[in-house]
């Protein structure tokens, strides 16, 4: 037998009265969110508050239920990606509202590493506990949606892949070890193609190295140009160990493993993957020289 979702009463918006999204950096005065977040970084952290007030004894009239059985759960979720389905969703907050405690204050952090291309918030008012009392229409079962509220935000340049790229002293950093001598260092995890690209991909600059540092500054595009093409070398041979060629086709926009396969299109146009691995097996050099001039900055001539 087919189940039949049936039909049941929820809160009309007049009754939520709902301050609105608070957002800004933690520990700084928020302000109202807008339609695009600016002046963000990836280490950037994210801090959301909002307030919501409810004439219990209203809303329980327009559900049908005795107030005193009528138990909500405020619920405050957050969503991110580059597309109109978020590839990352959590539950931030929760809480139980009732008639003795009408109202309540949400307020998290969302890391900044975790998001990419728009901040998708979602405020939701759920049954918290199953009723007894009510009509045919008063809605039973815990968790019943009976009012949300959305805000897309747009976050900086709408999440196009780019990584942070930051100064730091190897000597410091790596002290002791042979990396410390490196002029730069690309930091992130092979084994994770999922991840969002913006928050888990980071290009570290030595400083020690005044030759390297200064043209890094300056924009030298011959630098930048290698600097670049070592990230996407790194990225695209983590790609080709993918022994299932049609699991770069599954992972979502702004992750790693989407980005690892827009550079091998952009690299080595039209060939397949197992062409792709060949070259790199028989031709390494003709391989890293093709991702190479992919990394052309357009100065180099």
Not at 26 to 48: K, M, R, T
Not at 137 to 155: E, F
Not at 183 to 188: A, E, F, I, Q
Request: glycine share 6%.
């Amino acid at each position: 037998m087919s189940r039949i979702a049936l039909p049941f009463l929820t809160l009309p918006n007049e009754l939520v009265d709902f301050s609105g999204w608070m957002i800004g950096p933690p520990g700084e005065p928020l302000f109202p969110a807008s339609d695009i977040l600016e002046n963000w970084d990836y280490e950037q952290d994210v801090q959301v508050n909002i307030h919501v007030h409810i004439d219990f004894t209203e809303a329980a009239d327009r559900l049908g239920i005795d107030a005193a059985d009528l138990k909500l759960a405020v619920v405050l979720v957050a969503g991110t990606g580059s597309g109109s389905l978020p590839r990352r969703v959590d539950r931030l907050k929760t809480a139980v509202i009732d008639i003795d405690e009408p109202a309540v204050t949400l307020e998290a952090t969302i890391p900044g590493r975790t998001l990419s291309g728009q901040l998708q918030l979602s405020l939701r008012i759920v049954l918290a506990a199953p009723v007894d009392s009510g009509s045919l229409l008063s809605p039973k079962q815990q968790g019943a949606r009976l009012w949300q509220h959305h805000k897309n935000i747009l976050i900086e340049d709408g999440g196009d892949s780019r990584f942070p790229i930051e100064l730091a002293s190897f000597s410091e950093s790596f002290k002791a070890r042979p990396e410390q001598y490196a002029p730069w260092l690309v930091d992130w995890n092979p084994t994770a193609l999922d991840a969002d690209f913006s928050g888990n991909v980071r290009l570290y600059v030595n400083s020690d190295i005044e030759r390297i540092c200064s043209r890094f500054v300056e924009g030298d595009a011959l630098t930048l140009q290698a600097m670049v093409a070592d990230v996407m070398t790194q990225i695209i041979e983590a790609a080709i160990d993918v022994e299932d060629a049609a699991e770069l086709y599954r992972y979502e926009e702004g992750s790693i493993g989407y980005q690892a396969r827009a550079w091998m299109e952009m690299s080595f146009p039209g060939q397949s993957m197992e062409n792709i691995r060949q070259l790199r097996s028989y031709a390494p050099g003709k391989f890293k020289a093709l991702i190479l001039a992919t990394a052309d900055f357009g100065d180099n001539k």
